[in-house]
């Protein structure tokens, strides 16, 4: 609540934006816009930090745009600031990075002692770090709530590539982690989903 109050007195249109039951519990119905929006704003109060998206130039604050239209979201080449981790960076945090063990979920191949879903949600979404963290220390990756990325949705480059980005454009960013409601299988590491930006799901 304090950096949406912030964040709309300096023009960011946050004001009714996500909902969530308390401070502890993770934020729903949030679009990719918002979740950028949300970013920036971030960025605007931390001394160091600079806003990373931009539309024409400008810090995204405010507005949305079509199904294909979040193309002319930008992020700012070197800024120094909070943005949403790649498609590539989440899968790399969910399997633990250099400490990986090759779990089949963020931090245990067990998913009940890591993360909410179907079996173990009762139809609901829970407060964060309630289960085992994993590898990096970093909670409920799987399960809970899906999580926005940066990306661009597509097909994986052919080969070895470091740090890929994702495609330059397209209709639907990608989607990770999966979510209370919904079975193990899409709480995997490995597993991605692309939805368009401006759901709010």
Known sequence: QKVRDWAVTKGYDLQ???????DNHPVTDVSWYDA????????QMQVGCEPVYQV??????SGEFGEKGSDVVKQKS????????????????????K???????????????VGWF??????????????????LGI??????????????????????????TGPSSGSVRVFRGGSWFLDARVARSAFRIGFVPGSRF
């Open 16 to 22: 009714n934006v996500g909902k969530g039951l308390s």
């Open 36 to 43: 950028v929006k949300w970013c920036n704003a971030k960025s």
């Open 56 to 61: 024409k130039g400008q810090v995204y604050k």
């Open 78 to 97: 070197g800024s120094k600031g909070y943005r949403l981790p790649t498609d590539a960076e989440w899968e790399w945090a969910a399997r633990g990075g």
């Open 99 to 113: 400490k990986s063990k090759k779990y089949t979920y963020a931090g245990s191949n067990d998913l009940s002692a």
């Open 118 to 135: 179907k079996d173990n949600a009762e139809g609901k979404t829970h407060p964060v770090s309630q289960k085992q963290a994993n590898e």
């Open 139 to 164: 909670h409920d990756m799987s399960g809970n709530v899906w999580e926005w990325c940066s990306d661009w949705y597509g097909d994986y480059p052919t080969g070895s590539v470091p740090d890929p």
